[in-house]
């Protein structure tokens, strides 16, 4: 099992490309605030690492932004190995109703919020996935004529996020749509993510953690064995 590896613009993110299609649908985010993993195989075993707070799937890779306090020296290859072994047994990444959900949302959007979207789809979410990241609308304030964001993989928390919503993003959404003003990001609170996070951590030592398989995986294409304990 080969596993390609790919740094991304914010250095708390990888990209890690196994090699076969994981989902149909969009690009399917979950972080250690979700309440429910049930539908998110890969993302519940990865996210039960410990130090990784957040993961993206999408059909050609898997985005995993981990804590700051964390070093990817040996993280990494605990990520490797949970996702080759979903790879090698042909475990689902997403179940269907996860990507049957993500559709009905999009549905149930306001006609401005519609318009919106149809300008992030076709200009800023078809260059975001080279770095890793994705972007999703959270909701469009009429009173202050306001676009919010949720930054979703490696646009999290990344150094430049700010430079990609104003200069970039803002950009072209004024350029299109005449009621948009302003584009801000949206994000849970400091609080509920350290919540969730020490939360996280207590059902991971209650639970003894996430077995290792035995496979073999590549990082800057030189082989290297690993052995599940």
């Not at 090698?88 to 919020?113: W, Y």
């Not at 990241?133 to 996020?161: M, N, Q």
């Amino acid at each position: 099992m080969f596993i390609q590896t790919e740094a991304t613009p914010n250095p708390h993110a990888l990209k890690f490309f196994p090699g076969v299609a994981l989902s149909d649908s969009s690009p399917t985010r979950w972080s250690v605030q979700s309440e429910d993993l049930s539908a998110a195989p890969l993302a519940k075993e990865l996210l039960a690492l410990g130090p990784v707070t957040e993961v993206l799937i999408t059909r050609d890779y898997v985005s995993v932004r981990k804590d700051v306090e964390c070093d990817w020296a040996s993280l990494k290859i605990l990520v490797l190995l949970v996702i080759a072994d979903f790879v090698e047994f042909g475990r689902p990444a997403v179940m269907l109703e996860t990507e049957q959900g993500a559709r009905s949302q999009n549905e149930q959007l306001s006609q401005v919020e519609q318009h919106i979207l149809e300008v992030l789809d076709a200009y800023v979410r078809p260059a975001v996935p080279r770095d890793g990241g994705d972007v999703r609308l959270h909701d469009y304030l009429a009173s202050s004529k306001t676009v919010r964001l949720e930054l979703l993989g490696a646009c999290g928390g990344c150094p430049s996020a700010r430079v990609t919503l104003k200069q970039g993003i803002e950009r072209i959404l004024r350029e299109r749509l005449a009621f948009v003003h302003h584009v801000e990001e949206f994000k849970s609170s400091e609080d509920d993510a350290s919540k969730a996070r020490k939360q996280r951590l207590r059902k991971l030592a209650e639970g003894g953690g996430v077995s290792r398989p035995q496979t073999q995986f590549s990082f800057n294409t030189k082989p290297v064995a690993s052995k599940g304990t």
